[in-house]
């Protein structure tokens, strides 16, 4: 088992909780563009999040890597 950790550049707009397993919820709490690291010793990747408002309270995500 791996066990990465999650740092968000900006975590007012990202962040990042652990769930059951592998799974880990991502929460973005505003529009705009944000970066995510992930890190184990020796490797890391660096997403980019962007969000825009939609209709209502929604926001649309999209992570890159």
């Known amino acids: ?10 975590p007012t707009s990202v962040s990042v909780s652990s ?3 592998r799974v ?4 973005v709490r505003r529009a705009g563009a944000s970066n ?6 020796g490797v890391s990747r660096d997403l980019l ?3 825009v408002p939609e209709q ?10």
């Open 36 to 41: 995510l690291s992930v890190r184990l010793p």
């Open 1 to 10: 088992d791996i066990n990465p950790d999650w740092v968000p550049v900006d």
């Open 24 to 27: 880990v919820r991502i929460t």
């Open 56 to 65: 209502g309270n929604a926001l649309k995500v999209e992570i890159l890597q």
């Open 49 to 51: 999040i962007y969000a």
């Open 19 to 21: 769930g059951a397993g």
